[in-house]
Structures are given as structure tokens and as C-alpha cells.
């Protein structure tokens, strides 16, 4: 008699190893601040952290978020889920050089929330239009996504005295 067990249990590990692998970044942000939102006595507080994160593929283009953390023993152990309430601030910080070309909604960074299946996700765009890179940070679930999200807007502007200013229509692939 076969076993019919054993196609789901493969199909749960081959899961549970997909959402154990980290994410692709390029580089892990960097710890701006954190702050106390929720007191406990035992256990670490809740607290929001805000992060820097420069654009790995847009030279000159910094973002920086702010997400909340879990505290509590599940948050201490790294079990705790996450909630999707996270905002997000893109700024020009020096002339902009994009290194390569890129797609319309293409991921900038990425996090896990919980311990397998959410994620935070920073994609970026280009409004070619008028010439503006446009970055939407969301977080979503195998099952169920969250409507929760956060945009902002980096129009491309000269820097220093240099008038030369690159179209970021000239690099979304097409």
C-alpha cells in the first residue's frame, strides 16, 4: 500500500526550507534608533526601529523605514510574527548613478517578519513620465497579503554643479 503521507510532508519541508533561506539583499540595513512603545516586565519591550538602507542598484538614493518589533518572549526567541505597519522614506543623497538596468516593481530589499512565511518587501520603480523612482514598501504572506503599504518618491535632480541628469526610463528594462 503507498504511502500517501509522504508527497505533503515533502511538500511542507520543501516550505519550511524555502522560507528559512534568507532573502536576497544586498546589504542588511543599518540600526538608526529603536524606541519603547510597550512596557514588559519580564521580557523585552515592544519597540520601533527605523533603519537606513542605501539603494543597491541606484547610486545615491537612500531610504530609511520604520517597523515595529515584537517583544515578549516570542519577539526575545525570534517566533513572534510581525506586524505590517511600516513606513518608508526615500531621499536623493548625491548625484544618482544607476548601476544596471532594472524592472518596473523589481525588489530593492527584503526581510522576513516571522519565523517562515511574511516578509517586508522595498520595491522600486521608475515614473518615467517625470522622471521620479518611485519605492512602495508592503509585507506579505504565502496565504494572505496585507493592504498595508508606504510609498515615496525621489525625483531625479542635478547635484552639486553638474547639470547632467540621468532618465531612469533609460534603465527599465522594456
Avoid at 7 to 27: C, F, Q, S
Avoid at 43 to 63: F, H, M, Q, R, W
Avoid at 108 to 122: D, E
Wanted: with cysteine; glycine share 6%; proline share 7%.
Amino acid at each position: 500500500m503507498p504511502n500517501r503521507l509522504l508527497p505533503p510532508l515533502a511538500l511542507v519541508a520543501a516550505l519550511l526550507i524555502g522560507a528559512a533561506t534568507p532573502a536576497r539583499a544586498a546589504e542588511e540595513p543599518d540600526l538608526i534608533f529603536k524606541r519603547s512603545t510597550v512596557f514588559k516586565w519580564l521580557s523585552p519591550n515592544d519597540k520601533l526601529a527605523t533603519y537606513g538602507l542605501d539603494d543597491p542598484d541606484v547610486e545615491g538614493v537612500a531610504c530609511h523605514f520604520t517597523v515595529p518589533e515584537k517583544g515578549g518572549f516570542k519577539g526575545w526567541i525570534g517566533v513572534a510574527e510581525e506586524v505590517s505597519d511600516i513606513s518608508l522614506a526615500c531621499r536623493q543623497t548625491g548625484p544618482v548613478r544607476f548601476k544596471e538596468k532594472f524592472e518596473q516593481g523589481e525588489d530593492m530589499f527584503k526581510r522576513r517578519r516571522s519565523l517562515f512565511f511574511k516578509k517586508m518587501q522595498i520595491v522600486r520603480g521608475c515614473d518615467v513620465k517625470r522622471n521620479v523612482l518611485v519605492y512602495m514598501v508592503y509585507s506579505d504572506r504565502i496565504i494572505e497579503g496585507s493592504p498595508k503599504n508606504s510609498t515615496s518618491s525621489v525625483p531625479i535632480m542635478p547635484w552639486g554643479n553638474s547639470d547632467q541628469v540621468q532618465k531612469c526610463a533609460d534603465f527599465v528594462e522594456r
